[in-house]
């Protein structure tokens, strides 16, 4: 018995898991050569109220709370794990505009985005700072009712494919880190924005890219939170991101065991079953017992957040965590199949969208320090 999945989430992860298998998992394999998200399956994820649920009903969401939105990540990533990054950036930028948005101007994003009608990026990378995230050169100037934005994005994803962005850039000094740091929602059609596609590795069909801003101006009302405070108001909604991507790719891990286990117990070699040979089936067990356990962290993850409680050590641990967890999961799944898991198909592709999670929205090096951190304290860990 799950302590945190009651009959109510168990019931909705079994109607997602039925929408993933019949919509999402035929499309699987094409996704990754033709390299379109499929907007389709917004709409249809958005018509069954697939897309941020733990938004309130007054900003278009249905009010299910983030272990709702934990389980439904999970069973979409099963079958596509890109096609679940459509869920992960409306949880966190639907969290975002609905907690620091002036409502006038959010509020239509808001329900489009619930309903699969928009996709919203988050901009925070730049060609000189990944993990050093504070230190920003996307400049942010005031003139009257405007802001003016110059300067570049880069690793973004859905960089070509988004309907609008939130963005971080630099109003304060040079010098002044984090606390110099505005958030601004700037829509994508907006003139003097411009973006690229990059051709990477995995998680094709959502992509990443850059994103150029060339005198781009937005309103005033479209920041986020306060002006100069954007980097420390706004950032806090990756705790709650980082659990789900924990969910993402521990489902993608739990299928593939699922499957080899599978495999394993039918493929005969030297007239027994793979799975009689403890070679084989002791690695399983290994990791399938990691894998249960770093899915009790992540849900556990979830329900503090549901109850408001601090939980940012366990959303660190989550996301360097659950990715490397699921990498080597898959790997040691795809070494199970021999050369039926090498060819190009289900397993290597897994194996390729997965990785991405190990560089993107956060290291483990970064993850680690902020445990640390959070468990010694700030002065005791510094920068």
Request: glycine content about 10%.
């Given at each position: 018995m799950n302590?945190?999945i009651?009959?109510?989430?168990?019931?909705?992860?079994e109607?997602a898991?039925?929408?993933a298998q019949?919509?999402?998992a035929?499309?699987?394999?094409?996704r990754?050569?033709?390299?379109e998200?499929?907007?389709?399956?917004?709409?249809?994820m958005?018509e069954?109220?697939?897309?941020?649920?733990e938004?309130p009903?007054?900003?278009?969401?249905q009010?299910m709370?983030?272990?709702?939105?934990g389980v439904?990540?999970?069973e979409i990533?099963?079958?596509?794990?890109?096609?679940?990054?459509?869920?992960?950036?409306?949880?966190?930028?639907?969290?975002?505009?609905a907690?620091h948005?002036q409502?006038?101007?959010?509020?239509?994003w808001?329900?489009?985005?619930?309903r699969?009608q928009?996709?919203?990026a988050?901009?925070?990378?730049?060609?000189?700072?990944?993990?050093?995230?504070?230190n920003l050169?996307l400049?942010?100037?005031?003139v009257?009712?405007?802001y003016?934005?110059?300067g570049?994005?880069?690793?973004i994803s859905a960089?070509?494919?988004?309907?609008?962005?939130?963005v971080?850039?630099?109003?304060?000094?040079?010098?002044?880190?984090?606390?110099?740091v505005t958030?601004?929602?700037?829509?994508?059609d907006?003139p003097?924005?411009?973006?690229?596609r990059?051709d990477?590795?995995?998680?094709r069909?959502i992509?990443?890219?850059?994103?150029?801003?060339e005198?781009v101006?937005v309103?005033v009302?479209?920041?986020?939170?306060?002006?100069?405070k954007g980097f420390?108001?706004?950032m806090?909604?990756?705790d709650y991101?980082?659990?789900?991507?924990?969910m993402?790719?521990?489902?993608?891990?739990?299928?593939?065991?699922?499957?080899?286990?599978e495999?394993?117990?039918q493929?005969?070699a030297?007239?027994?079953?793979?799975?009689?040979?403890?070679g084989?089936s002791h690695p399983?067990?290994d990791?399938?017992?990691q894998v249960?356990?770093?899915r009790?962290?992540?849900?556990?993850?979830l329900?503090?957040?549901?109850?408001?409680?601090?939980h940012?050590?366990?959303?660190?641990?989550?996301?360097?965590?659950?990715?490397?967890?699921a990498y080597?999961v898959?790997?040691?799944?795809l070494?199970?199949?021999?050369?039926g898991?090498?060819?190009r198909?289900?397993m290597?592709?897994?194996?390729?969208d997965?990785?991405?999670?190990?560089?993107?929205?956060?290291t483990?090096?970064?993850?680690?320090?902020?445990?640390a951190?959070?468990?010694a304290?700030r002065?005791?860990v510094?920068?």
């Amino acid at each position: 018995m799950n302590p945190y999945i009651d009959e109510d989430l168990t019931a909705l992860a079994e109607h997602a898991r039925r929408f993933a298998q019949r919509r999402v998992a035929p499309g699987f394999l094409e996704r990754d050569t033709s390299r379109e998200l499929t907007r389709s399956l917004m709409l249809e994820m958005g018509e069954m109220g697939f897309i941020a649920p733990e938004l309130p009903e007054s900003c278009g969401g249905q009010g299910m709370g983030c272990l709702a939105a934990g389980v439904i990540h999970e069973e979409i990533a099963r079958a596509d794990l890109s096609i679940s990054y459509i869920n992960l950036l409306a949880s966190l930028n639907g969290q975002i505009l609905a907690e620091h948005g002036q409502p006038q101007v959010v509020q239509p994003w808001l329900e489009k985005l619930t309903r699969g009608q928009v996709l919203l990026a988050i901009a925070l990378t730049e060609p000189r700072g990944g993990s050093d995230a504070a230190n920003l050169q996307l400049r942010v100037e005031r003139v009257g009712d405007t802001y003016v934005i110059n300067g570049e994005k880069t690793s973004i994803s859905a960089a070509d494919q988004a309907d609008a962005a939130v963005v971080f850039g630099r109003t304060g000094s040079v010098d002044s880190g984090a606390h110099g740091v505005t958030a601004l929602l700037v829509p994508m059609d907006a003139p003097g924005v411009t973006r690229n596609r990059f051709d990477c590795h995995g998680q094709r069909a959502i992509g990443r890219g850059s994103l150029f801003f060339e005198n781009v101006r937005v309103p005033v009302d479209h920041r986020l939170g306060e002006e100069n405070k954007g980097f420390v108001q706004v950032m806090q909604g990756f705790d709650y991101s980082r659990a789900l991507i924990g969910m993402q790719v521990l489902g993608v891990a739990r299928v593939a065991l699922e499957e080899t286990w599978e495999y394993v117990a039918q493929r005969q070699a030297f007239g027994k079953p793979l799975s009689a040979f403890q070679g084989v089936s002791h690695p399983l067990a290994d990791l399938d017992t990691q894998v249960e356990g770093a899915r009790l962290l992540c849900l556990q993850t979830l329900w503090l957040k549901d109850k408001r409680l601090p939980h940012t050590a366990e959303a660190a641990m989550c996301k360097w965590w659950g990715p490397k967890l699921a990498y080597d999961v898959v790997h040691q799944c795809l070494l199970m199949f021999g050369h039926g898991g090498y060819d190009r198909g289900v397993m290597e592709q897994r194996l390729r969208d997965i990785l991405g999670f190990q560089i993107g929205d956060g290291t483990a090096q970064i993850m680690k320090t902020i445990v640390a951190r959070t468990r010694a304290g700030r002065k005791a860990v510094p920068s």
